[in-house]
């Protein structure tokens, strides 16, 4: 008989590999849908006669409901499956933009794009990557790295898709037929096979603490059960997501603020870079190539972060705040750029440099967390970068409704970026203590504990 212990561990392979296809495809019709809709920004403005601060609401509704309820997500996936968890995300997400062509006021769009997508984006994007982050171990870098690789993919085909079919078809048009594009995430979904390993270890340790008792088990496997059997266990599962535990670490802490900021001015370039191009005069679709152009130095970066071995002296949390800060002075810079192949120049910069840091994000809470806490930990800290993301687009377009320039908006989210990618440092600079090379102290990263369980994988655990 196969040693417990043994088989507990991650493959780091195999059909890991189709799931992080599934993964692809996920991000991409999720991360890479929200990150184009800048083409749409001028049209839901003038169409429904709004301001920027309120067209901007769109996007902030759609990423804080989508961040805010990961931990559904990820308590739903745990529930009943990360397969059909995905497959229903992928239709709220569909049923979300077809519900939007026919918007005849913004607060429909508020409601469909903004409430609907983003509870379908809450089911598909983060099932997603907590499947594939119990994968892969010492290979999870890589894996996230390709997992997110989708995003950029179709970032940098979309924003002139999105443009030739609002030509074509109108923006009504444009939104049913992006609908239908969002129903690959059901595909997705079914490509998700369950980790045996991670659902044996489940059962095993239900036999000493009873937490999984044998309904549970009946229906990780898929069985039927009646709805408040369901019900049950889903409350269950979304009660054990919601261990805040993890964020009084003050290694966890620290990086959560950086978090929060960042995520407070992500959204500001891919949301306005296009409106400034054509406040500048730059044609519709030259206009739109941006988008593309920065999707693929991101896609480039992407795939080069992913290859990059661990190095004690420079670790992920060193590329992931290096990152951040190259990206807040790249943006601090952005009111130069008033030419289209300034603006080109601009575009590279920003895509390189967010695709350095974000496949780095998960890699990160992960190291901090370990694989079993994995999930628990996206939820949490994606639902409190959810508030940060609902007040960034808007606070952006204020500034700019108040100074009529958008370099006021770059400008902020430059000195946002800059801040929240000195805060990684700052890790480094805590092992550095004194009392650190003697005896760790009780909430070091390595030694806090809760639950009879240590909150933070080892660092010699760190994905390559």
Not at 241 to 246: D, T
Not at 364 to 380: H, K, M, N, Q
Request: charged share 15%.
């Amino acid at each position: 008989m196969a040693n417990p212990e043994s088989r507990s561990q991650p493959p780091d392979g195999g059909w890991g590999w189709m799931v992080v296809l599934a993964g692809f495809i996920v991000s991409g019709c999720t991360i890479g849908t929200y990150r184009s809709l800048g083409v749409f920004f001028l049209t839901f403005s003038q169409q429904f006669q709004a301001s920027s601060a309120e067209t901007a609401w769109i996007t902030s509704i759609l990423i804080f409901v989508t961040a805010f309820l990961s931990p559904v997500g990820t308590a739903l996936a745990s529930t009943i499956g990360f397969r059909p968890t995905i497959m229903l995300g992928g239709v709220l997400t569909a049923a979300g933009y077809i519900v939007s062509g026919f918007a005849t006021r913004m607060f429909h769009l508020y409601l469909g794009i903004g409430c609907l997508t983003g509870l379908g984006y809450a089911l598909s994007l983060s099932p997603a990557v907590a499947i594939v982050g119990q994968y892969f171990t010492r290979r999870r870098a890589m894996a996230t790295s390709l997992l997110m690789l989708g995003s950029s993919v179709a970032s940098m085909a979309f924003p002139p898709l999105f443009q030739y079919l609002m030509d074509e078809y109108g923006w009504k048009g444009a939104l049913l037929i992006i609908g239908g594009i969002m129903l690959n995430i059901v595909v997705a979904g079914a490509l998700i096979r369950p980790l045996e390993a991670y659902r044996d270890r489940k059962v095993e340790n239900s036999l000493g603490n009873s937490r999984v008792n044998e309904s549970d088990m009946e229906l990780e496997t898929g069985n039927g059960k009646k709805c408040f059997t369901d019900a049950a266990n889903f409350l269950k599962e979304f009660w054990a997501q919601m261990n805040f535990k993890v964020i009084l670490i003050p290694s966890v802490a620290l990086f959560l603020a950086s978090l929060f900021i960042k995520e407070f001015v992500i959204n500001v370039p891919g949301l306005y870079i296009i409106p400034r191009a054509k406040q500048l005069q730059i044609e519709d679709y030259a206009a739109a190539s941006l988008l593309t152009v920065s999707s693929i130095a991101d896609m480039v970066s992407r795939l080069a972060v992913g290859a990059i071995p661990d190095n004690s002296r420079f670790s992920r949390f060193d590329q992931y705040g290096l990152s951040l800060c190259l990206l807040g002075v790249s943006n601090l810079l952005f009111p130069l750029a008033k030419t289209y192949p300034a603006l080109v120049a601009y575009a590279i910069a920003n895509g390189a440099f967010y695709g350095a840091f974000l496949p780095m994000t998960a890699t990160c809470v992960a190291d901090l967390v370990g694989p079993e806490r994995l999930p628990s930990a996206l939820g949490i800290l994606a639902s409190i970068q959810g508030f940060a993301s609902l007040a960034g687009p808007p606070f952006a377009g204020w500034l700019f409704d108040e100074t009529q320039s958008y370099d006021a908006t770059f400008l902020q989210a430059g000195a946002g970026f800059l801040l929240a990618g000195l805060l990684p440092f700052l890790l480094r600079l805590r092992k550095k203590r004194p009392a650190d090379t003697t005896e760790e102290p009780a909430d070091s990263p390595q030694t806090v504990k809760g639950e009879n369980e240590t909150l933070l994988a080892p660092e010699r655990e760190t994905a390559v």
